[in-house]
């Protein structure tokens, strides 16, 4: 069960971070939700039933709500973005500075359920499947989430896609 | 549509995992051993203490009748003891109070005392919650 636990994290470092950081919104919170969800892993010596996938971003995922749920009501803090900042080379940016930001806002205007599972899918790379396991959801439903997320996405970044796909 | 929007969410920069993270997680695995066995020995230790405790209880509780009456205490029931123990452990990430880095416990054990008298049917009751926080030295690799 530890090589399946440790295989996975390898495999999906970056959307188990980037998952935890989009709950949390603190970088440092997403790192202790990450090692927490291992720790609790390991050390309850659990067998994973179904996805091990899933069930390891399930447990990312309640490691960082409880962060959430622990973070004091009164230190409010400017909520951090899943995203880097772009590189000052223009030759290495991947998209441009406008559409970085059109993207950054737009993602973070989501609801939260909706962010969390484009999170899932595209940084994840998980299945529908492995998302309904993981969040203890009916497939359609969760499926059916993604897509208006998208949507939403569509609606308020279009300005700056078209002339990119022109 | 969402295929170029799903392009374009993949071609934007994520932020990192902080380099730490794998060091994290990896100790995590190797603590393990470490800390079920403390656990384990830390919670045969408090069993035999509370044991001990309920033996010197059982041993020294007042008698509901007069021990002097020697008819008395052929006849009166012995009242019956009930004991439950919660034990809670939670675990609450690295923190490093004086520079080194500990792993950080914290146990919470209710521990519920229950006497019946099987006469008349009084029954005392006592609840003792108690909370440790537990620090164990980390090894970050």
């Given at each position: 069960m530890h090589q399946t636990v440790e295989r996975v994290y390898f495999d999906h470092r970056q959307g188990l971070y980037t998952l935890a950081l989009a709950i949390t919104r603190c970088p440092g919170r997403a790192e202790d939700a990450v090692q927490e969800a291992f720790a609790?892993?390991?050390?309850?010596?659990?067998?994973?039933?179904?996805?091990?996938?899933a069930y390891v971003f399930a447990a990312v995922r309640n490691a960082a709500i409880d962060q959430v749920r622990r973070q004091p009501a009164d230190r409010p803090r400017e909520p951090a973005s899943i995203y880097n900042g772009l590189p000052p080379d223009p030759a290495h940016q991947a998209v441009t500075r406008e559409q970085h930001r059109a993207v950054r806002e737009a993602v973070e205007a989501l609801p939260?359920?909706?962010?969390?599972?484009?999170?899932?899918k595209v940084y994840g790379g998980l299945t529908f499947q492995q998302m309904a396991e993981a969040l203890g959801e009916p497939l359609p439903t969760v499926a059916a989430r993604y897509r208006r997320a998208l949507d939403a996405l569509g609606h308020r970044i279009r300005g700056t896609l078209e002339p990119y796909h022109a | 549509m969402p295929d170029a929007i799903e392009e374009l969410l993949n071609r934007m920069p994520l932020r990192r995992p902080p380099l730490g993270i794998d060091a994290r997680v990896l100790a995590a695995r190797t603590r393990r051993g470490?800390?079920?066995?403390?656990?384990?020995?830390?919670?045969?230790?408090?069993?035999?203490?509370?044991?001990?405790?309920?033996?010197?209880?059982?041993?020294?509780?007042?008698?509901?009748?007069?021990?002097?009456?020697p008819a008395q205490v052929a006849e009166a029931p012995t009242p019956l003891s009930m004991e439950r123990q919660w034990t809670h452990v939670a675990y609450?990430?690295?923190?490093?109070?004086?520079?080194?880095?500990?792993?950080?416990?914290?146990?919470?054990?209710v521990q519920q005392l229950e006497w019946i008298d099987p006469d008349d049917g009084a029954r005392m009751e006592m609840t003792v919650p108690r909370e440790d926080v537990i620090l164990i030295k980390a090894t970050v690799y």
């Open positions: 609790r892993l390991w050390s309850h010596g659990v067998r994973p039933t179904g996805d091990p996938v939260e359920a909706q962010r969390e599972s484009v999170v899932m | 470490r800390t079920v066995g403390w656990l384990v020995s830390a919670g045969v230790a408090a069993a035999a203490v509370l044991l001990a405790v309920a033996l010197y209880e059982h041993v020294t509780a007042p008698r509901l009748t007069d021990p002097g009456d609450e990430g690295v923190v490093a109070p004086d520079g080194e880095p500990m792993a950080k416990f914290r146990r919470r054990v």
